[in-house]
């Protein structure tokens, strides 16, 4: 097991990396007034384990998935917290994956202006991205993550045990990732590169987990709440890979990333930005995650339709984070007329 230290100027926060990361909880709550927050999948799979780790704190259960990340359960969340009668002492844990972290990460924020959490992540890309970094949210009216707090939490729990039950959709999604952070990072990408036939092992997933859990808490500690442009970096892939998210909507988040990934490594190569073999490579390891990339009807639309959501109102240009160099990246500013044309060309089957 690794410790891996987040030097955040609001609030430092420590990750165990490994096994036996979520043994650790027995430590870090003993003695204290715990709350839990899951989903009801991930409490069906670990009700036992959680009974034996949390003993008789209270377990708030909400529904899985994205379309349950709204203000109902959040103040379904705050509500319990109080019938529990948390106060400023008490500890969240936030057991789940991406969704549940935001959520309940936001409810610690808010509850009495903000108690402890800790971050218990159980699908992959929960672990190597999301639970660390204190980003926390809810949508709301159609809108991504436009309600949250930067919030770090006390600890974060990064345990391979949670991974056995993960399917592999959700496996793809986390690998998605952790092939952008290679992209950011040379040293992963060798390692990715090296080990590309085992990608999907559970054991090469635990070993890179600690390496991408790192790389981001470099990057959250030079720009924590995304002021300086630093954390930007961490979107490579995902301009094109949310507008096929929103479009689209079959595949999970990180595979559209990598889809993202993909197309966008064309465009640095047609910018000049990153040489044909260095933009090659990357294409080969996207390919070994999720095989051969399919033509998208109406991707030009796709596209328009992103860049016209809310967030994005009254630009009138994309900013991509571009592969440059192994491990290095370049924003380039695209007008929406170049991007859309491209995407279409590339993502449409045009050529
Ligand atoms: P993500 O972490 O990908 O952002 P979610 O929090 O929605 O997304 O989790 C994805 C799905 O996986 C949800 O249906 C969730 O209940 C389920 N899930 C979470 N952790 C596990 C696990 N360890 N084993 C099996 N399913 C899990
Ligand atoms: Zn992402």
């Known amino acids: 097991m690794q410790t891996i230290e987040v030097k955040t ?9 490994g096994k036996g990361a979520a043994e650790k909880a027995r430590d870090i709550l003993r003695g204290k007034d715990v709350f839990v927050v899951t989903d009801a999948n991930v409490f069906r799979l670990y009700e036992k384990w959680a009974g034996d780790m949390f003993g008789d704190a209270p377990i708030c259960v909400v529904p899985a998935g994205e379309r349950h990340k709204n203000r109902g359960t959040l103040f379904a969340i705050l509500d319990k917290m109080l019938d529990a009668r948390l106060n400023r002492g ?3 844990v936030a057991l789940g994956g991406g969704v549940v972290g935001d959520m309940a990460g936001l409810a610690a924020s808010l509850y009495m202006r903000g108690i402890h959490a800790v971050q218990v992540p159980t699908t992959l890309l929960a672990q190597v991205d999301s639970s660390v970094g204190g980003k926390t949210a809810i949508d709301h009216r159609g809108v991504k993550n436009v309600i949250g707090a930067f919030y770090q939490p006390e600890y974060v729990l990064c345990d391979p045990m949670f991974l056995h039950t993960l ?3 959700e496996l793809r999604c986390g690998l998605g990732e952790i092939v952008k952070t290679g992209a950011l990072d040379a040293d992963i ?31 959250v500690e030079k720009d924590e709440c995304e002021r300086n442009g630093l954390r930007k970096c961490l979107n490579m892939g995902h301009t094109t890979g949310h507008a096929l998210e929103l479009f689209y909507g079959r595949r999970s988040h990180g595979e559209y990333v990598l889809i993202g990934m993909y197309f966008e490594s064309i465009i640095a190569e047609r ?3 990153c040489s044909r073999v260095y933009a090659e490579q990357l294409r080969a390891l996207i390919q070994k995650v999720i095989g051969r990339i399919p033509k998208f009807r109406n991707i030009g639309e796709a596209a328009r339709v992103a860049l016209f959501d809310k967030k994005n109102e009254g630009k009138n240009e994309v900013s991509l984070i571009l592969p440059k160099t192994r491990g290095g990246f370049a924003e380039a500013k695209l007008s929406i007329g ?7 060309e590339i993502g449409g089957g045009v050529l």
Do not use: H, Q, W
């Open 189 to 219: 990408l060798d390692k990715l590169e090296k080990n590309s036939d085992r990608l999907f092992d559970l054991s090469f997933m635990e070993d890179v987990t600690a390496d991408c859990v790192r790389f981001k808490a470099g990057v």
């Open 90 to 92: 008490s500890v969240l």
């Open 167 to 169: 399917p592999p959709r």
């Open 9 to 17: 100027k609001s609030r430092p926060s420590t990750v165990y990396c």
């Open 338 to 344: 170049d991007y859309v044309g491209m995407i279409e």
């Open 271 to 273: 910018k000049g930005v």
